[in-house]
C-alpha cells in the first residue's frame, strides 16, 4: 500500500505484531464476506439460524451472560490533561491506559482472526462523515459493523483520499469482567476495548467513535455530536420539519424516530419519515440553519417492549436479515421477547423457559438491522449535506414534577434545559435501574470532553446570523399516585410534535412560565384520546414549590463542572430561579 494508506497498514502491522493473531483479514463489505462470515459462525455456534419462513435471513447471537450491556464504570478518556475529560469521565494519564491495554492485548489473538473493519459514519460522499478503522476478533462485531456502518472498500478508498481516520483496537479477549475496558484516546483519535462483545462497548464506530470521540473532534471543528434520533414530520400541507431528540437510552428513541400517527392524522396526511434513532451529527449550515446527518447505517435497537402496538415499523424492519442478540426463542424458533405473540421456549441463556430463572429475554436484548429496511426510511436520510433542524428536543424518565411538554425562551435557556435533564436509569447499562441521575443532553455516558466546556461549546452556536432550531424538553413518563403513566405515548407523542411544529411555524402563542413556555388551554390536540381532565391537567401543571426544589437541585449539579462551568448558564439557572420566587411570591399574596 502506498500513500495515505501506509499509516494504516503500519499501524495494522503494529496491532498484528502485538495481538499476534494466527491470519488478518481485511474486510471489503461485500454480501459474499458477510454470507461467509454467517456460515463460520453457525459452524461455530456463535449465531444460531432463526426460522427462515418467518424470519428469513435472520440470526440469534447468545452473548456471555456478564456482557449485557455497556460498562460505563470500566470505560475512560483519556487525555494528557485530567480536566480536559472532566468530572464526567474516568481518566487515566495516556501513558498508562496504553500501558495497561496493551498488557492485555499482548497475544490475545492468538489462533483468531483479526479483522480489519473500514468504515465511514455518515453518507459516504458527506463533508460530515467521518472514517474509522476497527481492527478485532470478533465476527459476530464485524458482521454488526457491516450493519450499523458503510463499511469495506469505499470506506477504505475514502480514508486512502483523506488520509485521517479513528484507530479503533478491539479484543473480546476472555469475556472476563475483571479483565474488561474501553479506552478513549481523543487527542490521538484512538480506542482500545478489550473483555466485551456487546454492542455499545465493541461497535467501536458506535458510542467510542460517533459519540465520545467526535464529540471531541466537533468541538475542534465546530459541529455537535449527540445522542439523540432524527425525524421528519410531514404535515399535511406537504411541508417536512426535521427534529432531533436526546433521550438517554433505552427511553423510547427508537419508537419515536419510526411513530405511527394516530388514525385522525393518518387521514389527514400526517407522515413521519426516519432519518436516525441514536446519534445526530449537526453543522450550521450556509443559511444558519443547523444540518444533520445520521452517522450510522442501521439500528441497534432494544428489543423488549418493541410490540405491534408500540412501535410496527420497527417489527417490520426486523422481519429479515437482522441479528438478534440475547432474545428468547420460540419453540418453532422465533425470536420473542415481551410484547410479542406466542410463548418463549428457551430464554436468553438458551436454558428452557422457567419464569424463576428470570424474563425470557433479557430487558435489554437487541436487534441489529439495515436502517434501508425501514418502511419509513427517509429519502433524505443519505443526503450529503443532512437535513435541516426545526426543533430540538430533550427528555427523559421523569415520574413527576415534568410537564408533558415545554418550550425554551430562547437558545441559552434550551441550553440550560438539556444540561439539567435527568432521568431514572435503564438496563442499557450495568448497574442499578430506575435510580434519577443527571444526565445532561443524554450525553452522561458519551462526551467525550468535559461538560463545562461541552456547555460552552453548545452556546457558541449562538451567533449573529444563526437560525437555530427551537428547544423543547418532553416528558412521556409521568405517572400518577399508583404509579400508572399519565400519557399514553408512542403515536400519541405526535400530537406534542404537533404543537411544536406550530410553535416553530409562529401559529400557537403558548403560555409563558417561569421555567418555560407550555401549551395554553386547547392547544394541544386530545380529541380522539381517553385522557381523564385529571390527567390533562396534571400533564401540564406548573408546581412552583417543587420546581424551586428542582432548581436548586440543578445549579447544585451544575457546581459540579466548575470552574469551566460558563458563567451564562450559571445566570440562566437564577433567571429562572429568581422567577420562580417572584411567582411563589405572587401565590402566597
Ligand atoms: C445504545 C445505548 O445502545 O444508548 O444506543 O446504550
Ligand atoms: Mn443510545
Known sequence: MTGKLAALERWVNEAAALARPARVHWCDGSDAEYRELVRQMLAS??????????????????????????VEHLTYVCTRERDDAGPNNHWLPPAEAHAKMDALFDGCMAGRTMYVVPYCMGPIDSPLARCGVELTDSPYVVANMRIMTRMGEAALARIGREGRFVKGLHSIGELDPERRFIMHFPEELSIKSYGSGYGGNALLGKKCHALRIASWQARA???????????GIETPRGDTHYIAAAFPSACGKTNLAMLIPPEGYRRDGWKVWTVGDD???????????????NPEAGFFGVAPGTSAASNPNALATVAHDAIFTNVALTADGRPWWDGLPGAPAFDWQGRPYDPANGPAAHPNSRFTVSARQCP????????????????????????ALLPLVMEARDWTHGVLMGAAMGSETTAAA???VGVLRRDPMAMKPFCGYHYGDYFAHWLSFDQPGAKLPKVFHVNWFRKDAEGKYLWPG?????????????????????????????????????DGLDLPPAARHELLALDIPGWRAELAAIGQDLEAYAPRLPDRLRREQQRIAAALAAAAAAQAA
Do not use: Q
Not at 221 to 231: D, F, Q, R
Not at 283 to 292: F, H, I, K, N, S
Open 45 to 70: 455456534g456463535e449465531l444460531l439460524g432463526l426460522n427462515p419462513d418467518t424470519h428469513p435471513g435472520c440470526y440469534l447471537h447468545r452473548s456471555h451472560p456478564s456482557d449485557v450491556a455497556r
Open 221 to 231: 471543528e465546530g459541529w455537535l455530536a449527540e445522542h439523540m434520533l432524527i425525524v
Open 279 to 293: 446519534i445526530c451529527w449537526m453543522r450550521p449550515g450556509a443559511d444558519g440553519r443547523l444540518y444533520a446527518i
Open 376 to 399: 419509513t426510511w427517509s429519502p433524505h436520510a443519505e443526503d450529503a449535506l443532512g437535513v435541516p433542524l426545526s426543533a430540538i428536543v430533550f427528555g427523559g424518565r421523569r415520574p
Open 430 to 432: 450495568t448497574g442499578a
Open 490 to 526: 408512542f403515536g400519541d407523542n405526535l400530537r406534542v410534535l404537533e404543537w411544536m411544529i406550530a410553535r416553530v411555524e409562529g401559529r400557537l402563542r403558548g403560555r409563558e412560565t417561569p421555567v418555560g413556555i407550555l401549551p395554553a388551554a386547547d392547544e394541544l390536540k386530545l
